[in-house]
């Protein structure tokens, strides 16, 4: 890949300054690297290329694609981050080795051992620039796509190392596109006999499916435009091989249970305009009862928004119809870097504008991250027992409830009333003497659901958390703060 095509894969294309950064880093890297060759038999600077490819793709700015360029030359290079530094200054310096960094594991202990130790350089990194990890999962999906020239037993840890550690935190960050491609690398090299099986399932209807998908973009295309709703785009997208797996699993193998194999997408430009859509969908095609589902007012956990509905299509058959706006689709592609686009700009024109210029990324905007680096100071985070909970509070499946002013708190499955009185305050949870659900009373260790609505009652006099919740709380900060907060209080926690 060329610096021309590099840079012309960015939607809105970077601006003269910020051209000129990448370009300088390019031959920087490009010169370094001149010698090396990859295990493929590539030139080395192809990987480097191939990562900051990822991440322009992603509508990054200079710095963190610049970064990317030069993410293996300390390590791999005779030149030292020093001339990094003087070269390209101190922020991208701070990037790259942050980078390098990640890159050195330990490899004694047990496989979880090394898993956890992964996981908490990777948190550390995060909670110093999220850019780091950004650039390490686009690091790692070029290494997932030249796995093949790597001997068995690396292919092997790598692969089982990608599913454990790199497609949580692509999911965390609502990254859809990258986790997809690593879970389907993987899956791969770590079950090839179900990997091959799924492929041939696979290809002997996806024929089929597209041809009368096609049919059926044709006929909504038309009916829409009836409506004087503006299509920005309508396409059908194939599922991921890995998620077909899993689905086909659950349905003794049976392709023809499986509606979304390939599924239409519609891009329209609002809100409103997506339920007006949904409508006309339904006027034209009977839906399935019970399929259709609305992750607009309801979001999935890790931040997806869309509307989903399943309908008998053209001949009869069936065929999943996905909704969302612009917006919605560009965060469900590219997760967290998409949030931070659109949270520093209200409009679509400010977004533009913000991309055309590059934008740093506001570590405000990461809550999570913010709250598990306070808690990572508070509590020394020396223990292993601190990264396995913390492994449960962000990468365990999340939920969303709401507070009675209609915020959206998000949980960890299985979190309980106690868990959402110390997510809004560790005042408000020591104060607590009873909670609602969806305004009926409930127990303290009542477990909540996706999309309740929960209201917790305080009471000025008590000062104090009770030490039984201990026994049923399910974040680890929750748990932090009864003990801390009893510990104050004089009471002895064990
Ligand atoms: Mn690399």
Not at 344 to 372: A, C
Request: glycine share 6%; net charge positive.
């Amino acid at each position: 890949m060329t610096l021309k095509e590099l840079l012309s894969l960015r939607k809105v294309p970077y601006n003269e300054k910020q051209t000129e950064r990448i370009t300088r880093a390019f031959e920087f890297a490009k010169k370094a690297h001149a010698s090396q060759k990859r295990k493929s038999g590539e030139k080395y600077f192809t990987h480097c290329v191939e990562t900051a490819s990822t991440l322009v793709k992603m509508g990054l700015g200079s710095i963190t694609v610049s970064s990317a360029l030069l993410h293996d030359v300390p390590e791999d290079t005779d030149v030292p981050l020093k001339q990094i530094e003087k070269e390209f200054g101190q922020e991208i310096a701070f990037i790259v080795a942050g980078v390098t960094k990640l890159g050195k594991v330990r490899l004694k202990g047990s496989l979880e051992e090394y898993y956890l130790d992964n996981l908490r350089k990777m948190f550390l990194a995060m909670a110093a620039d999220i850019r780091v990890v950004l650039i390490k999962l686009a690091d790692r999906l070029h290494n997932m796509r030249t796995l093949y020239a790597l001997p068995e037993d690396k292919q092997q840890r790598i692969a089982k190392e990608t599913m454990e550690v790199f497609v949580p935190i692509a999911n965390r960050f609502g990254i859809g596109e990258i986790k997809g491609e690593l879970e389907d690398l993987a899956f791969k090299y770590l079950d090839r006999k179900n990997y091959e099986k799924v492929k041939k399932i696979e290809s002997e209807e996806f024929k089929n499916r597209v041809r009368y998908i096609k049919c059926a973009i044709k006929e909504l295309k038309k009916e829409i435009k009836k409506e004087n709703i503006k299509v920005l785009d309508i396409h059908g997208r194939a599922k991921h091989q890995y998620r077909l797996y899993l689905k086909l699993r659950k349905y003794d193998m049976d392709i023809s249970k499986i509606y979304d194999l390939v599924a239409i997408r519609i891009l329209v430009p609002t809100v409103a305009s997506c339920y007006e859509t949904l409508g006309i969908v339904h006027k034209k095609y009977k839906p399935l009862i019970g399929r259709i589902k609305d992750y607009i007012s309801l979001p999935r956990p890790n931040g997806y928004k869309s509307l989903h509905t399943t309908v008998f299509g053209p001949e009869g058959k069936i065929i999943e119809i996905q909704i969302r706006t612009q917006r919605m689709h560009d965060e469900a592609e590219y997760g967290i870097a998409a949030h931070w686009i659109y949270s520093q700009g209200s409009t679509w024109k400010d977004f533009l504008f913000l991309r055309r210029n590059g934008y740093n990324i506001p570590k405000e905007e990461l809550q999570w991250v913010e709250q598990m680096k306070q808690w990572h100071t508070e509590t020394g985070g020396r223990s292993d027992e601190f990264w396995r909970s913390l492994k449960i509070d962000f990468f365990k499946n999340h939920i969303f409830v709401f507070t009675p002013k209609g915020d959206v708190i998000d949980l960890p499955e299985s979190a309980t009333p106690i868990d959402f009185a110390y997510r809004i305050h560790s005042e408000v949870g020591n104060r607590t003497t009873g909670a609602k659900v969806n305004r009926k009373m409930v127990s303290l260790d009542y477990t909540v659901r996706n999309g309740d609505l929960i209201e917790v009652m305080v009471s000025k006099e008590k000062k104090l958390p009770n030490r039984d919740w201990l026994n049923f709380v399910k974040t680890a900060y929750a748990r932090s703060k009864i003990k801390g907060a009893l510990k104050k209080g004089g009471i002895t926690v064990v």
